[in-house]
């Protein structure tokens, strides 16, 4: 069964984010965060969102290296939410589709505490290097007309980071109202390099779904919709939105571009698969950065494409010299929903719509092909040379710190997801335990945190590796995501787990986890040279145990790490963290 989409794809030109350049090093910004409407598509109606400066997406702010900024944001928003938040009551409509799947509201009622909301935010840089005290805790939250002045230092490689809400428990609703933007950070390294900066070869992808309530006709009425059904928690929106537009048009010249692209979707996972018109063309495209800037060297994408969960950025090098004017290269997402890293091929992309996997329409956008002076550029074979994978050394005595990530399913509301931060269990400690079995020897930890309230248990020291194991109970792909410095990923391992009936409590966990591969799984838990580089959101697929070496250089205090499914990091699936000077610890007791 398909979809017939209620709105034609490609007729809508890319937006361009408006550019906000802090050019003065100790430089103030202000930035209003207000109501306003924006068009989705040249054939929906004007939307009502929330937006900094009122746009979707918000300003792209450009930074130098080491370069101070201080933004003032300013909390202007006027009247409710301009998101319906609904649960449908059912899974599938009248006619067997999926509810995700389509507009509207689907039969359920809109949440009234949701239309009470009156513009609570908090703004956090993702991926800033930032004093704790202007991260964005979600507890640190303003209302309209109170005043937060942060202050941004900067001093960190050029690379995409992104603003946006993190209010506590609502996060899921204010980004889906409009409240994200780009943070670009310059430094002379890229300039070295080359690398085409700012319009027009230089072009951001801000990349979302979302999904949009009918009138008693049945039209679309432009309104957004965050809806979610009894046996999916999070939204899933059928609409991919680039930019702001769904499923725009960019017309190129025949030569190279950089597109700074970003999964700022509340839920979906993307692979994306760049198609010509019969096969694939993911050959043209480069990758020389993620999540924190450049790549030691480029890479090529993985065989069946490019995949960022929520949160995560790649900077892409794409070829398109030698193509004849008019020659057209579509963008598909293949990955189904919820994504558990199930593997679809490049070459079928086009045909990768599945209502099952709450993915109708694959398509993300277009490329169409300009006459014009055709141009070639060689990618350097060495970009970058400030990083190197940490030494056996300085890992060998390195504290290891293991979160179990669990859904405990309720009765009486949506599932519970949480981390589970576990400790060495004494021998003579009885009670439920999580048992990892590595084939020589068997570990028993019992959990010493499960909730956000939860008592504080990591106290990293600053200059200092750790390594945190984080290990997938679930049967779906979490995105995790560390504030603060990032990490390098270091293995992933597959697992068998067997939780028995009752084994997942309020805040008890009883698990047995082999380091083996469970003979259903068919993942292969390779590492894709992609992810090789710095990373602060890393995606942990089911049956797996993901190990990173993490190391925080610079501020001490309070942040935190969580899922960057926004529906999960509200449902609790976030734990604080706080980082120390060595010399304070024995004070710590």
């Given at each position: 069964m398909t979809l017939t989409s209620p709105l034609a794809p490609f007729v809508d030109p890319l937006p361009a984010p408006r550019r906000l350049i802090a050019a003065e090093p100790g430089g103030r910004l202000s930035v209003p965060i207000r109501a306003g409407t924006h068009s989705f598509h040249r054939d929906l109606p004007e939307s009502r969102i929330w937006g900094y400066e009122g746009t979707v997406p918000g300003p792209t702010i450009e930074t130098e290296r080491g370069q101070a900024v201080t933004v003032e944001w300013l909390n202007e928003l006027e009247g409710a939410l301009p998101v319906t938040n609904t649960v449908a009551p059912e899974s599938a409509d009248a006619e067997g589709l999926p509810v995700q799947c389509v507009p509207g509201l689907s039969g359920g009622e809109p949440d009234r505490n949701a239309e009470a909301l009156t513009g609570q935010t908090v703004v956090h840089l993702h991926g800033g290097l930032t004093p704790a005290s202007y991260d964005g805790w979600a507890e640190n939250l303003f209302g309209p007309g109170q005043?937060?002045?942060?202050?941004?230092?900067?001093?960190?490689?050029?690379?995409?980071?992104?603003?946006?809400?993190?209010?506590?428990?609502?996060?899921?609703?204010?980004?889906?109202?409009g409240l994200a933007g780009l943070w670009i950070v310059r430094?002379?390294?890229?300039?070295?390099?080359?690398?085409?900066?700012?319009?027009?070869?230089?072009?951001?992808?801000?990349?979302?779904?979302?999904?949009?309530?009918?009138?008693?006709d049945g039209e679309l009425t432009g309104r957004l919709v965050h809806k979610t059904d009894p046996d999916v928690m999070e939204a899933f929106a059928p609409f991919t939105v680039v930019n702001g537009k769904v499923w725009p048009l960019l017309a190129v010249e025949p030569r190279t571009y950089r597109f700074r692209v970003i999964n700022g979707s509340n839920a979906r996972t993307y692979r994306l698969?760049?198609?010509?018109?019969?096969?694939?063309?993911?050959?043209?495209?480069?990758?020389?950065?993620?999540?924190?800037g450049?790549?030691?060297?480029?890479?090529?994408?993985?065989?069946?494409?490019?995949?960022?969960?929520?949160?995560?950025?790649?900077?892409?090098?794409?070829?398109?010299?030698?193509?004849?004017?008019?020659?057209?290269?579509?963008?598909?997402?293949?990955?189904?929903?919820?994504?558990?890293?199930?593997?679809?091929?490049?070459?079928?992309?086009?045909?990768?719509?599945d209502l099952e996997g709450l993915l109708p329409y694959p398509q993300v956008m277009r490329f169409r092909v300009e006459a014009a002076a055709p141009r070639s550029w060689s990618i350097p074979a060495e970009l970058?040379?400030?990083?190197?994978?940490?030494?056996?050394?300085?890992?060998?005595?390195?504290?290891?710190?293991?979160?179990?990530?669990?859904?405990?399913?309720?009765?009486?509301?949506?599932?519970?997801?949480?981390?589970r931060e576990l400790a060495p269990a004494d021998d003579d400690v009885g009670g439920p335990l999580v048992t990892i079995n590595d084939g020589e020897s068997s570990t028993g930890y019992r959990v010493a945190a499960a909730h956000f309230e939860d008592t504080t248990t990591f106290f990293p020291m600053l200059g200092q590796y750790e390594v945190w194991q984080l290990i997938n109970l679930t049967?779906?792909?979490?995105?995790?995501?560390?504030?603060?410095?990032?990490?390098?990923?270091?293995?992933?391992?597959?697992?068998?787990?067997?939780?028995?009936?009752?084994?997942?409590?309020d805040r008890a966990l009883t698990a047995t986890i082999t380091l083996k591969s469970d003979p259903t799984d068919a993942l292969s838990h390779a590492i894709d040279d992609n992810e090789r580089g710095l990373k602060d959101t890393i995606r942990v697929n089911p049956k797996e145990i993901v190990e990173i070496a993490v190391r925080f250089t610079t501020y001490s205090g309070r942040y935190m790490y969580h899922c960057h499914i926004l529906e999960h990091e509200d449902r609790d699936m976030m734990r604080p963290f706080v980082t120390m000077a060595p010399e304070l610890m024995p004070f710590m007791a």
């Open positions: 005043p937060a002045v942060f202050h941004y230092p900067n001093d960190q490689r050029a690379a995409l980071l992104w603003y946006h809400d993190h209010v506590m428990g609502i996060t899921k609703l204010d980004v889906y109202a430094d002379e390294r890229e300039r070295e390099l080359g690398l085409p900066e700012g319009p027009p070869f230089e072009v951001p992808l801000l990349i979302q779904d979302r999904n949009f309530d009918l009138d008693e698969v760049l198609f010509g018109d019969e096969a694939p063309e993911l050959e043209r495209i480069s990758q020389i950065g993620t999540d924190h450049l790549l030691r060297a480029p890479t090529a994408l993985p065989a069946d494409g490019l995949v960022l969960a929520s949160a995560e950025r790649a900077d892409l090098l794409v070829d398109f010299s030698g193509l004849a004017p008019g020659t057209e290269l579509t963008l598909f997402n293949t990955a189904a929903a919820p994504f558990d890293g199930a593997p679809f091929a490049a070459a079928d992309a086009e045909n990768a719509a970058a040379t400030d990083y190197e994978p940490p030494a056996e050394d300085a890992l060998a005595s390195a504290p290891r710190r293991a979160i179990a990530l669990v859904e405990r399913e309720l009765a009486d509301g949506p599932n519970m997801l949480t981390m049967d779906d792909t979490h995105p995790i995501h560390l504030h603060l410095d990032p990490f390098q990923i270091l293995a992933r391992h597959p697992i068998r787990h067997e939780i028995p009936e009752g084994g997942v409590e």
